[in-house]
């Protein structure tokens, strides 16, 4: 037996965003396991087998992979964007808290390029700053806790991604998210739409927080708040590295010399 | 003249997460900006230029890359990770923002695996849920403005990535930044050291907030603070999907029918 469970990401649609450690991953894979539009996006061979699935049955899917693996498969797990973002690794993780037996297995997650990276490279760099990530979807946790943190990032002056926006079982919460950020940010703040990014669907729309509407959201969208210093320059959008008020003083050069790296290794 | 700038992310370090995207406008550079480690990863080549600089001149750096350009250069600024989170986007925009010149110019962003997300994939799934990014270097913004985002990002109970935590300069950042924590999240709280992820000096060390010092985390370190249902599940450390205290309720295939899909398309 020499099974193994790779939970890999496919990164936002475009083939060019799949890492090379992920194609590695499902070259070498006899099984790929995953809710059925991220299965369509892997190339069928001959001695693979696709297992699409629905997408809310993320535990049982995590069983069934680590069944497979456990049994001698070479099993991959697929997610669209990073797979420990609002994704599958963490439902594998809590599938094999209720199996002691499958602990020793050889897991591995390969991380994927996420909705938010995608999208904010689009725009430009809306998430230049320190940013926060938020699963809109009220599905697992209460619609109290999301209103909760939105209203504590946009005091903290959070740029912020929003994932899952809006679906149709639940086309109100995201029109009362706008309005807990009317309340809590500037009505100039800019907001940055992006759906289906990397695809041949891709649209990226940036309004003034006041301009947003519900609508400029659904299921493919993932939504990227600016911070109160996020401006346009040109035809983009960028979130200054700087602290707001500090954004802008001085020549460039100037700036450049009191700023530090901002980088990391 | 055809010149134009790309922003690209080299990710953490292993060239099995540098997308074909970003290897593909390399291939076509002509000159290549940059910070000296991350030049170093660059494959010199007949025809190509690298320009290798020191880690506190990002807007001459820009400036430059953006003059190479605007003279018909194909040029590639690299940045680690991801060029948007806390690197060169920001500062390649910056620039852009004294220069009207050059703002129509062909800039694209090609986005990185950020080092939060390749060190939480080695860790397991540290971001599964709601989570922010932290610059922990106060060479951009007064230490106040850090001190009040981690107490508002706690309060939130999100899940934190800090970028930067610790530098020769200031190590006494870090020992406060613990500090905070320790007085706003609970004592046994998963805190994960990643360091140098995907390189040969790769080393992760989770530990309990109360055990962590300020000596975990050097410069070469990404550290993943995990929310109030962060835990253990073997070798791995994951935070459940779901809204904390709601985690874990009920059998794995009960979960499943009880939860959506978490996921984004």
Sequence with gaps: MS?????????PGDAALVTPEVEAALAEATHVVG???????????????????DNRVELDRARHALEMAAAGARVVVVSSGDPGVFAMASAVFQALEGAPEWQELDIRVLPGITAMLAAAARAG????????????SDNLKPWVVIERRLRLAAQADFAMAFYNP???GRPEGFARALEILREECGAHQLITFARAVSTLEERINTVTLVEATPEMADM????????SATRRVGRFVYTPRMFPGEAGTGSPSE???????????
């Design 125 to 136: 760099a809306p998430l230049g700053h320190d940013f926060c990530a938020i699963n809109l």
């Design 3 to 11: 099974g193994w469970l790779a939970i890999a990401g496919l990164g």
């Design 255 to 265: 700036s450049a010399r009191a700023q530090g790296s901002g980088q990391v290794e």
């Design 166 to 168: 809006r679906s149709r």
């Design 35 to 53: 809710y059925i539009p991220y299965i369509a996006r892997v190339a069928p061979r001959a001695g693979l087998t696709l297992h699409p699935s």
């Design 220 to 227: 493919r969208t993932v939504v990227l708040m600016g911070n």
